[in-house]
């Protein structure tokens, strides 16, 4: 029932009068400025005129109505219909930080029953990751993505990420409680993963009909379920990445995210956080709250570490500490995370000559090397070129809405005597070419447009002068001839930028610029 009246003091006390008079049992109240809820239990409609007619003869009464719910427990139906309807997680802990309510979804994510969390401690399931709660409820912060690794029962530990909300009641200082909303860090991975488009690639989709290839892909459909490290050895173009994604959608993890790394690409200085994360301020400049490193997003899922050859001696250390222990740390952080990924490495550099030599790790070379495949660079599996070059040249005229050509014997013969320096993303770029400069349907010899200044096969890139008289064009083609010579001549890329005396980065920029890959 709602009343609403003046605020004159005594005046529920005269209220609450009215019901003892009739006998009847006060179940709940709540008192508000100008009004007075009461809650009664079923009563005849008789009973109930009486008893209003009686509260408006109240000093100061203005009017009485039936109300089916007391405002507290209208709030609360809401909240309940909230908390069942959200997809995230939620768990209300108190001042002792002891679970007073558990929603739906946290249930169904924990695995858990309401009655193994309600009033309870979380610090028996958080463990030492309670640490942050507490700092939430003490110092009334908000702490917006914390990951935290929970082990549940004799299971592995499954990664969450949770956001901590103080409760802090209005106009008051003192805390109430904490709001711990949790997120499956594996569904925000999948999530992740489709708005990434990492899509579904198959083994079918690897074209080949060459013996080397079928065997290769034998190989790697075999070992492809279990979770062993595989090392993909080849050279530049040979499709070390496409093996690896179909490795991944083969495996027993295919929901799980493919996360690839070009270990040559990213500079020195951002390779190891970009690896294995950091702290909130484990340096100047460290985004507030931390950062999830690559073996965290990968968690469920496959790490693709390509160009392994070019991780600096000190990550190797650190790399091989992670795959030993499957656990990581991150930078400026000493709790470890334990991981749950596939590790897929591949190079195209000779990684037991660099061992011998000091330039790799002898015990993470066999950390990695335990299923190797070898994939054969193009120019020993000529078989498969008439099939690749009707394959790309097909992808192209589909993606340009031209009708379909066909290659020439003649063309196919040319393809062959080619010698593929840039494999098979070299023959990719040739048939491009050729499809957007060919004059007819039919792609003879003489409409490829082969590179045949990389088809040198030994000349000596400093022999030959440049062509133009432009000051700019001879610069850059000398540039591109000491880069050339220096990326023969060293071990690593990060080598020849020392030799050279510029950065990585600017390495990688003038490789790009001048087309050239690491071989
Ligand atoms: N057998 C194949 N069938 C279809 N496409 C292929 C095949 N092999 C390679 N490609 C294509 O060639 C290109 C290079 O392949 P990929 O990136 O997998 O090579 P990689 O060995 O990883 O090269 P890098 O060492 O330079 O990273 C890609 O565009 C890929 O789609």
């Known amino acids: 029932m709602e009343i609403k009246g003046v605020d004159r003091v005594g005046i529920t006390h005269e209220v609450i009068a009215c019901f003892a008079a009739n006998q009847l049992d006060i179940i709940g109240m709540e008192v508000k400025p100008h009004y007075i809820y009461v809650k009664i239990p079923a009563v005849p409609p008789s009973q109930i005129t009486t008893i209003m007619e009686m509260i408006t003869q109240v000093k100061g009464i203005e009017q009485a109505r ?31 930080l002891r679970v007073t309510t558990i929603n739906r979804a946290a249930q169904a994510m924990l695995n858990m029953e309401p009655e193994q ?47 901590y909300h103080p409760i802090i009641p209005e106009e008051k200082s003192e805390r109430q409680g904490v709001v711990i909303v949790l997120r499956d860090n594996k569904q925000i991975q999948e999530l992740l993963s489709t708005v990434q488009r990492n ?26 379920k279990s979770d062993a490290t595989v090392f993909l050895q080849g050279e530049s173009g040979t499709g070390k990445e496409l093996f690896a994604r179909a490795i991944h959608f083969e495996s027993s993890r295919p929901t799980g995210p493919f996360v690839p790394i070009n270990c040559a690409a990213i500079p020195d200085a951002l390779l190891e956080s970009e690896l294995f994360g950091y702290e909130q301020g484990a340096f100047t400049g460290a985004t507030k709250g931390g950062k999830l490193g690559l073996f965290e997003i990968a968690q469920g899922g496959t790490l693709f570490l390509d160009e392994i050859g070019d991780l600096p001696l000190h990550l190797q250390a650190k790399l091989l500490r992670v795959l030993e222990e499957r656990k990581v740390r991150r930078v400026g952080g000493s709790k470890p995370i334990p991981i749950d990924v ?41 078989g498969d070129i008439p099939m690749l070059a009707q394959f790309f040249m097909n992808k192209v005229c589909r993606a340009t809405n031209q009708p379909m050509m066909q290659v020439a014997h003649s063309a196919i013969r040319a393809l062959q005597a ?9 023959l990719q770029n040739v048939m491009e070419r050729t499809v957007y400069l060919c004059p007819s349907n039919e792609i003879q010899a003489q409409n490829l447009y082969l590179d045949i200044q990389q088809d040198s096969s030994g000349t000596d890139p ?41 950065s990585h980065t600017a390495v990688l920029q003038k490789m790009k610029k001048y087309g050239l890959s690491y071989t």
């Open 66 to 96: 039936m109300i089916p719910y007391l405002p507290a427990e209208e709030r609360e139906n809401r909240i309940h219909t909230i908390l069942t309807t959200v997809s995230e997680g939620i768990l209300l802990l108190d001042d002792q």
């Open 117 to 163: 969390l309600l009033h309870h401690s979380i610090e028996k399931l958080w463990g030492e990751a309670a640490i942050e709660i507490q700092r939430c409820l003490h110092e009334a912060i908000e702490l917006p993505s914390v990951q935290v690794n929970l082990v549940i029962g004799q299971k592995l530990p499954i990664s969450y990420i949770c956001s």
């Open 199 to 224: 899509e579904c690639f198959t083994f079918e989709e690897i074209v080949q009909q060459s013996e080397n290839m079928r065997k290769c892909i034998e190989t790697a459909k075999r070992v492809a």
């Open 342 to 382: 596939r590790i897929i490495a591949a190079t195209n550099r000779n990684l037991s000559e660099m061992t011998s030599r000091g330039q790799f790790r002898e015990d993470l070379y066999y950390r990695l090397h335990v299923i190797p495949i070898m994939i054969p660079p193009l120019r020993e599996r000529k």
């Open 418 to 426: 080619h010698h593929w320096p840039g494999n098979v993303r070299e």
């Open 462 to 502: 400093l022999s030959s002068l440049p062509s133009s008289h432009l000051l700019r064009e001879q610069m850059d083609s000398y540039e591109k001839r000491l880069l050339m010579q220096a990326l023969k001549e060293h071990s690593s890329i990060r080598q020849a930028a020392t030799y050279l005396g510029i």
